[in-house]
């Protein structure tokens, strides 16, 4: 198990250093992101920037792993509450508003997860495997949000199966049973590692086969590489759900 979560901690650095890269090439877009009463918007956009190429390289080269995984989390948190919530107060409750609330609060539970994971590797119990633990029971919630998405968004989801894949809607309905069977099997902890890792290996496969597809006909266009990044993000957090997993944690 060190080894696998060796793994999901080296490849959950990879989309940090994308989304790092992407606030230095793209700082204007970002900058709009900020919430308007920051002053010097640009400052915030290069050093949320620079802040994640460090979590991701550290994260990669496995030094300061666990503190890099909790700052994120941290900063994951920090948009929720500045960005998100305050958007979604104000009226702006389109389809992309909640979703980008989720994914981040999906990846922040990752990250808490990482950071718990990390600390357990290490031998060391504080704070940290604490919250790891809520931050469990919120990314499970989070697949059942995300489940329940699935199909109630059919037409929009089946347009992201690669489109090679034959039945396409299929394969819709079944990652949305997936990820609801796996939220409930973590919050009733039955079977849970298992359920949680056949969910990782599900998102990976139809993840690689859409975002190779799509980056091989537009390897320059940012939004497919930002939307690749955050599907690869959460299929870590259901990665490490598998090891935090009550019966893992027995095998360890």
Not at 14 to 24: K, N, R, S, T, Y
Not at 59 to 85: D, E, Q, T
Not at 139 to 168: C, E, H, S, W
């Amino acid at each position: 198990m060190k080894k696998f979560i060796r793994i999901v901690q080296t490849v959950f650095g990879i989309p940090w250093l994308v989304f790092g890269a992407q606030h230095f090439l793209f700082a204007g877009f970002v900058a709009n992101l900020v919430p308007a009463y920051f002053p010097a918007r640009a400052f915030w956009a290069y050093l949320t920037g620079a802040a994640m190429l460090a979590a991701g390289i550290s994260l990669i080269v496995n030094i300061k792993a666990r503190l890099a995984a909790a700052m994120l989390a941290a900063m994951l948190l920090g948009f929720i509450l500045l960005i998100h919530i305050p958007k979604l107060i104000g009226g702006d409750t389109t389809a992309i508003a909640w979703t980008r609330f989720l994914q981040d609060a999906a990846i922040a539970s990752t990250a808490v997860l990482l950071a718990g994971a990390l600390s357990k590797r290490s031998g060391e119990t504080d704070f940290l495997d604490r919250i790891a633990r809520l931050g469990r029971y919120l990314f499970a919630l989070l697949l059942i949000v995300f489940g329940i998405q699935q199909f109630m968004n059919l037409d929009f989801l089946t347009a992201k199966v690669a489109p090679y894949l034959p039945v396409r809607i299929v394969w819709v309905y079944l990652t949305g049973a997936a990820m609801i069977v796996a939220g409930v099997c973590v919050l009733t902890n039955k079977i849970a590692g298992l359920a949680a890792f056949a969910l990782g290996a599900l998102m990976l496969i139809l993840n690689l086969l859409l975002h190779i597809y799509l980056l091989a006909n537009a390897f320059y266009t940012p939004l497919v590489w930002t939307a690749a990044m955050l599907d690869l993000a959460i299929t870590c957090g259901a990665f490490v759900l598998a090891v935090g997993s009550p019966e893992e944690e027995a095998v360890d």
